[in-house]
C-alpha cells in the first residue's frame, strides 16, 4: 500500500511539472508568440466588414472573460494592440495551450482564474478579430 501512494505521489508530482518546460524558440516567437502565424502581418487599410466580422466572434466566444477591465478570469483587452503584435494576438487565440506552456509570458496567466480555451477559429477568423481590435482595443467598453 505504501509504494502505491508512493507512486501515485510521484506521477502527480511529474504531472504538475509539465509546464516547466523550456522551448528554444526563434527570435520572431518570442516577440510574436507561438502557433500557426510565422511571419509578420501586414494589417493594411482599415476593413470595416472584416471588423464587423471579427465583432460577432468577439460577442460570441470572447466578450464573456474579456469584457470587463480588471477582471481576474481574462486580461483585458483594452489596448493589447500596443501591448502584443497582431502576431502574437493571433497565436494567443489560434494557440492559446503552445503559448500558455510555452511562451515566457506563460507567468501572466498565473493571476487569472482560467487560462484561455481553445476555440477552433480559422486564422481568417482570428485576422478578423485583430479588425475589430484595431478599432475598439482602446475603448474603455472592452
Not at 516577440?31 to 460570441?60: C, K, V, W
Not at 497565436?91 to 498565473?110: A, F, S, Y
Request: glycine fraction near 6%.
Amino acid at each position: 500500500m505504501r509504494n502505491l501512494y508512493i507512486s501515485f505521489i510521484l506521477l502527480w508530482t511529474l504531472s504538475c511539472s509539465g509546464n516547466n518546460q523550456q522551448r528554444d524558440l526563434t527570435e520572431f516567437e518570442s516577440e510574436h508568440g507561438i502557433g500557426p502565424i510565422t511571419n509578420e502581418i501586414e494589417l493594411g487599410t482599415f476593413d470595416p466588414i472584416l471588423a464587423d466580422r471579427g465583432e460577432q466572434i468577439y460577442m460570441s466566444l470572447c466578450v464573456m472573460c474579456h469584457g470587463q477591465n480588471d477582471s481576474e478570469i481574462a486580461p483585458s483587452l483594452e489596448g493589447v494592440l500596443d501591448r502584443r503584435s497582431p502576431e502574437y494576438v493571433m497565436n494567443m487565440i489560434l494557440n492559446p495551450t503552445g503559448m500558455i506552456r510555452w511562451h515566457p509570458t506563460r507567468t501572466d496567466e498565473k493571476k487569472y482564474l482560467t487560462s484561455m480555451p481553445y476555440q477552433s477559429l480559422t486564422i481568417e477568423e482570428a485576422r478578423s478579430i485583430i479588425e475589430f481590435l484595431r478599432v475598439v482595443s482602446s475603448d474603455a467598453s472592452l
